[in-house]
């Protein structure tokens, strides 16, 4: 059970101020429950552009403060800059991290969104996955013509804001505000010095494709002698070597044999497909949501496939590397590892240590760390450069550092026999059904994926899953009933004089005591699923296990 986490990158047009800067980036700062990750100012661009994470609560007023101090501080009338922009904050994307769903994401998003509107008057439109217009998830297409055509832009109907007023803002421009998956910057290892190898396999990957040859295509695709071009009644299939009489017919061709859409993919490569007479005929890429180039980096000497995955949750890291250790192959290239720049969503690498795991047939029921390191040496992540799964994974689930869960042993038994009425039954029940769900995940685990197994193995593997998730809730529930009994002891201690003081403790008390009953009825309800699956493991467990 992950905490809950959104990432959010506001861009600000502003790159050369580090005065305004520093101010912008310090009321995100002083917002609790967010922690500043990175500031990236960029002079000729003129732009900044500030990444930040943290609960949901804490993300939506950290977002909301540093596009007021922005609008406080930048003055649009005056900005200049290479790059595209439309207001003094030009967008604001909200990410998923872990714990959140996208559809959480879109609401605060729009709640952000309409506080913007509403107190700061600047106009919003809403893009990506918050777009309630399909014309409007493309940031391109909203930012077209910039600050400069935004005045005569909004005086047409079709241009009004999603939020706030239908009114050109001078001074503030349009803020463009979304949901966008988590994009993972991920790149591949190669054996080689040639770019051009590197590039080869990339354009195999990627969404787009490339422009489809014929004869002497391998190993090396790049190296075929002909390149397919589009004419008035010949029109080839980029994946075969079926030529259509017209578009329509080979459109027709692709679908109905290879299974995509010409028409899409002719259009993600700037193609208009009602005339693409003179175009180079394209090969679709092998992955959606995945954009891919091939490059020489010399500091490792080596060549890489730079891959970004702009939706890991449809296209993942161990996919895209099973596929490129396999064209690899077919080149007679090997893959030495990869690298993750930057960070990476908690969910995205453990789902990758899962695949790898079920590849090599065992259980994925195991302590978290390990499913972690189980990924980080499959993808070969410590190739060309470290990393630290405590420093570079977004989400990862932590404890905090008085916290009861971190005490050794003999100190927390010690805690809980001294004279405070915290830690107490509540928080010793949860550390039992921990305990208690462990045991079944290791009789699960010691029972499983062994020779004449094979018909339970599949009931043993999910029931040690599902006992790591209760185990991890149920540890996170020892911390979360001492803190839920203090808090309601706390209430209790506030003053009572007056009739305002009266009523702000009973209702301070009535809320510790509705989450000093909510932790421990969850408790008995995980430990409850923990005693049916234990039912089960001991069922269809090792005998040599029982005790």
């Known amino acids: 059970m992950s905490e809950k986490l959104i990432e959010c990158v506001p861009n600000f047009s502003e790159g050369r101020n580090e005065d305004v800067i520093n101010q912008i980036t310090n009321v995100i700062k002083n917002v609790d429950g967010v922690k500043l990750l990175d500031v990236d100012p960029g002079p000729d661009m003129n732009r900044t552009v ?62 952000v969104a309409k506080r913007v509107g509403d107190e700061l008057g600047i106009p919003v439109y809403l893009y990506e996955k918050s777009a309630q217009k399909p014309e409007r998830q493309n940031l391109a297409v909203i930012r077209q013509g910039e600050y400069e055509a935004l005045e005569e832009k909004m005086k047409k109907p079709e241009w009004e804001p999603d939020f706030g007023p239908a009114k050109f803002n001078a001074k503030a421009g349009a803020t463009v505000m979304g949901v966008r998956e988590f994009l993972i910057a991920y790149n591949i290892n190669l054996n080689t010095r040639e770019e051009l190898h590197a590039t080869d396999i990339a354009f195999e990957l990627r969404e787009k494709g490339r422009s489809a040859r014929r004869g002497n295509t391998e190993p090396f695709y790049f190296k075929g002698t002909k390149i397919l071009k589009y004419k008035e009644g010949n029109y080839p299939c980029g994946s075969c070597g079926f030529d259509g009489k017209t578009i329509t017919e080979t459109i027709e061709h692709c679908k109905k044999e290879h299974n995509y859409d010409l028409v899409d993919l002719l259009k993600s490569n700037a193609i208009n497909p009602e005339k ?24 490792y000497d080596q060549a890489q496939i730079s891959i970004n995955l702009t939706d890991y949750k449809i296209t993942s890291m161990h996919d895209v590397l099973e596929e490129t250790r396999k064209l690899a192959a077919e080149r007679g290239l090997i893959v030495t590892g990869s690298e993750i720049v930057g960070m990476v969503p908690y969910p995205a690498l453990l789902e990758t240590g899962k695949f790898y795991l079920r590849k090599q047939g065992r259980s994925t029921g195991i302590p978290v760390r390990d499913i972690l390191s189980t990924a980080l040496q499959s993808l070969g992540l410590k190739d060309v450069a470290d990393f630290n799964i405590e420093e570079r994974v977004l989400g990862l689930p932590k404890n905090l550092d008085n916290a009861l869960v971190e005490m050794k042993l003999t100190d927390f038994v010690d805690e809980v026999s001294r004279e405070s009425p915290a830690p ?88 510790g005591l509705k989450q000093a009953v909510r932790v421990p009825l969850n408790t008995a309800q995980l430990s409850f699923e923990a005693v049916k699956i234990a039912m089960t493991v001991a069922q269809n467990g090792n005998p040599n296990s029982i005790t």
Request: charged share 30%; aromatic share 4%; hydrophobic share 40%.
């Open 424 to 511: 107490g039954g509540g928080s010793i029940a949860a550390l039992a059904g921990a305990l208690g769900a462990s045991l079944s995940s290791m009789v699960s685990n010691l029972t499983a994926n062994k020779r004449g197994t094979e018909k339970i193995d599949s009931l043993l593997n999910e029931a040690a899953d599902k006992c790591q998730e209760i185990k991890l809730a149920l540890v996170k529930a020892i911390d979360e009933d001492t803190n839920a009994f203090n808090a309601y002891m706390e209430a209790r201690r506030l003053p009572n004089k007056t009739e305002e003081e009266i009523k702000v403790r009973e209702e301070a008390m009535q809320e």
């Open 50 to 111: 500030v990444t930040f994470i943290g609960s949901p609560k804490g993300v939506k007023e950290a977002a909301f403060q540093a596009i007021a101090k922005a609008y406080e501080l930048i003055d649009m009338t005056k900005h200049t800059g290479s790059h595209p922009r439309m207001g003094a904050t030009d967008v604001c994307p909200f990410i998923p991290v872990s714990g959140v769903t996208i559809e959480e994401c879109i609401e605060l998003s729009k709640e």
């Open 276 to 299: 693409p007479e003179g175009e180079s005929v394209k090969k679709p890429g092998k992955f959606q949501n995945c954009k891919a180039i091939g490059w020489m980096v010399k500091k």
